[in-house]
């Protein structure tokens, strides 16, 4: 693991997290919780915590091609309960979610331009 690309990808993850849109804020504890390579390129996972008591939540930072610190735009959390058994394939359903979006975006796109 790159420690300085980890530590982008917990400053992606947080400034994700502050969008108005997301938690509107940033996360009052965060960790990160393990990193993985999928379709060639790393992801960091990380779990959160909106409140002081709170449960941990799950997020994904990524991906990431070798030591870039820009991450694709693979950034996301569905605010879904942490869970260390399932976490990597809980953020490998979110990159497949964000995915398929935007390939049905493209094919929308390629159907009005003909």
Not at 4 to 26: F, R, S, T, V, Y
Not at 77 to 102: F, G, K, L
């Amino acid at each position: 693991m790159n420690a300085e690309q980890a530590a982008a990808a917990k400053e992606n993850m947080i400034e994700w997290l502050a969008d108005p849109h997301e938690l509107g804020k940033n996360p009052r504890r965060i960790a990160h919780a393990g990193d993985f390579v999928y379709n060639g390129i790393r992801y960091y996972i990380f779990k959160y915590k909106r409140g002081f008591f709170g449960k941990w939540l799950v997020g994904v930072s990524g991906g990431y091609e070798g030591d870039e610190l820009e991450p694709c735009g693979h950034t996301f959390s569905e605010m879904q309960e942490y869970d260390p058994e399932t976490a990597r394939a809980d953020c490998v359903a979110m990159i497949e979610m964000i995915m398929n979006y935007w390939k049905q975006r493209a094919a929308e796109y390629e159907k009005r331009r003909r």
